[in-house]
């Protein structure tokens, strides 16, 4: 076995250790980490380039704590660059300055110098992820964030005799950083990335790749868990593992009702935990595989990543390489669960299949009446190209995206910073438009000569503390239909509603499940159609919302809202840390 693919599952095995060792009291420990961003020289597919990292690893370590635990987590940066790490999925109640989003809630840190990130974890167990949050540093830099409950698994079934952490991402073989800017520069799309990877490893279908396989061993008869992590920057995937079914047991770090699928779909930001069940008693080797889920009219990457799930006994070595080889040859039917690139009737019934587990001991707290909605739609833009330029887009004009036609632009100073020192003058505003500006039948024919300029800014809205808030996702059919993840800063929400076509106000509420809807930080809004989230609105700060494929990011497809300060003092934002970076 190769010493990464060694080294990777000798940490999984530690951490379910780490998760049974530790004391089961109600004290806080304070759990210290330090991050090193640095450059590091890295080869995949017969390419070698300065990679991203964190402490020089390629995905970067995993952070395992405690429900309850305090966190410290020193970032020191030595690039020449700015930088800033985001804990995805982390409330951060009333820590917003340690959310990590550049220009939203901090300004970043800047070339070697330092700054802690201190949060406590509360009332969250399970999966989730970090990553850098400023420009499309993300690509590489990533990595698990594993939460440990103080209270068994509620998980029926077998004994758990492992955990094997699985990353997706993305590998380009040109500088990412020089992907973004000519993306930028041009106003056209940008070059698809060059391979899927499994933690880091893109395997052995791409060329120069067979080292660079991930193989995980088990022993036939026993329940592992999987933990599916979602890090690429642009593509939503389907997973899968070849002869066997699997159980998801929880999303985005929320126990969920126990459903049996033969794959999943997950999209950039989520994460899926499931239980894995090595049934297959003869022995064998088993591809595990992620492919693109695919409503874009953008080029893609139209690639497939395998691994392997690789049997203790009884084969020998000759028969697995032999086997292997049969396998690796079978390429265009690699795993037969794995849905087709386009099967959105999947994606839509793989989603509606999870709910919240609901349980007494973990009970689902969605609003069942508002205070407050918002409907906002969520489109790709053509703007026209400034004069004596050359744009790349569609018609010669620029791409961009937008939130109730308004593309969000980040400020030079950080909105959290300004809004807690009372000088947003310059930096935002309170404006952002809580419904669509024209109404039209948003998922229709809309001819590409029609206006589809945006508007430029940095608009917020606000609530008070305690708000039952719903925010509906309403999805256009400018230039195309396309499935959106949508990612929520600082809050758990709940996925109240979905459907295809235009929202109706009157109709669709009738609709809802307000029983035990998921509970998720990031959804995909079906592709032409809408999603309802409801949040409790209970953690002051200014929080992000944005699409978590990057370059709809990039072109401005954000936005954001403030949850003033409570009438408790347990109710009000913390004031800022001493090393807090200045821009």
């Avoid at 004290?27 to 990292?53: G, M």
């Avoid at 167990?125 to 440990?148: D, E, P």
């Avoid at 595990?288 to 006994?313: C, E, H």
């Avoid at 309802?532 to 209970?538: E, L, Q, S, Y």
Wanted: glycine fraction near 6%; charged fraction near 20%; proline fraction near 7%.
């Amino acid at each position: 076995m190769k010493m990464e693919n060694l080294g990777f599952l000798v940490i999984s095995t530690f951490l379910l250790l780490f998760a049974t060792l530790l004391p089961h009291s109600s004290a806080s420990t304070i759990r210290r980490f330090h991050f090193n961003v640095e450059w590091k020289k890295v080869t995949r597919l017969c390419h070698t380039k300065q990679l991203l990292t964190v402490n020089g690893q390629y995905p970067g370590p995993t952070v395992a704590v405690h429900e309850g635990d305090t966190v410290e987590i020193k970032v020191t940066n030595r690039i020449a660059h700015n930088t800033t790490i985001h804990w995805h999925g982390l409330r951060q109640y009333r820590t917003g300055w340690a959310d990590g989003p550049a220009y939203i809630t901090q300004c970043p840190i800047r070339s070697k110098q330092s700054y802690t990130y201190r949060f406590k974890v509360e009332d969250q167990r399970g999966t989730l992820l970090w990553h850098a949050h400023h420009s499309w540093q993300r690509a590489s830099v990533y990595g698990a964030f594993i939460i440990y409950p103080r209270k068994p698994y509620p998980f029926s079934g077998s004994h758990i005799q492992s955990e094997i952490p699985i990353i997706l991402g993305e590998w380009w073989n040109n500088d990412v950083d020089l992907v973004e800017k000519e993306m930028l520069k041009t106003g056209g799309g940008p070059n698809a990335s060059d391979a899927y990877t499994i933690n880091g490893l893109p395997g052995p279908l791409y060329p120069c790749s067979t080292k660079d396989t991930f193989t995980a061993t088990v022993d036939a008869g026993k329940t592992y868990i999987l933990r599916i992590i979602n890090a690429a920057l642009n593509s939503e995937l389907f997973f899968a593992v070849s002869n066997h079914t699997l159980t998801v047991v929880e999303v985005d770090a929320v126990y969920t009702k126990p459903v049996e699928t033969k794959a999943i779909m997950i999209a950039p930001g989520q994460t899926t935990t499931l239980l894995f069940r090595t049934n297959q008693l003869s022995g064998g080797e088993f591809l595990i595989a992620a492919t693109p889920y695919v409503t874009s009219v953008f080029p893609f990457d139209n690639s497939t990543t395998v691994g392997f799930l690789r049997y203790t006994k009884p084969e020998k070595n000759s028969e697995i390489t032999r086997r292997r080889r049969r396998l690796t040859a079978m390429s265009s039917t690699i795993v037969d669960a794995l849905p087709n690139m386009l099967d959105t009737k999947f994606a839509t019934r793989f989603s509606d299949n999870i709910k919240s587990l609901g349980s007494e001991e973990y009970p689902c707290k969605v609003p069942t009446k508002i205070d407050k909605r918002v409907i906002t739609t969520i489109s790709l833009n053509l703007q026209n190209c400034p004069l004596n330029q050359t744009c790349g887009g569609y018609d010669g004009k620029r791409y961009f995206a937008s939130m109730n036609n308004v593309s969000f632009v980040r400020p030079p100073i950080s909105i959290l910073q300004s809004y807690y020192k009372k000088q947003s003058k310059g930096v935002f505003s309170l404006d952002f438009p809580e419904n669509p500006p024209n109404r039209f039948d948003f998922t229709g024919v809309n001819p590409v000569s029609e206006n589809m300029n945006t508007e430029f800014g940095t608009k917020l809205f606000e609530v008070e503390f305690g708000t039952r808030l719903e925010i509906v996702f309403q999805g256009t059919s400018f230039l195309n239909v396309e499935n959106h993840p949508l990612h929520v800063h600082g809050h758990n929400f709940f996925v109240v509603g979905r459907g295809f076509g235009n929202f109706d106000p009157e109709k669709d509420p009738k609709r809802y499940n307000l029983v035990d809807p998921p509970e998720r930080n990031t959804y995909a809004v079906p592709t032409g159609g809408w999603a309802a989230i409801r949040i409790n609105a209970d953690n002051p700060g200014v929080w992000f919302i944005h699409c978590h494929l990057e370059q709809h990011t990039s072109w401005g497809l954000a936005m954001g809202f403030i949850v003033k300060d409570g009438p408790l003092p347990s109710q009000t934002l913390l004031p800022p840390p001493h090393d807090l970076p200045q821009c």
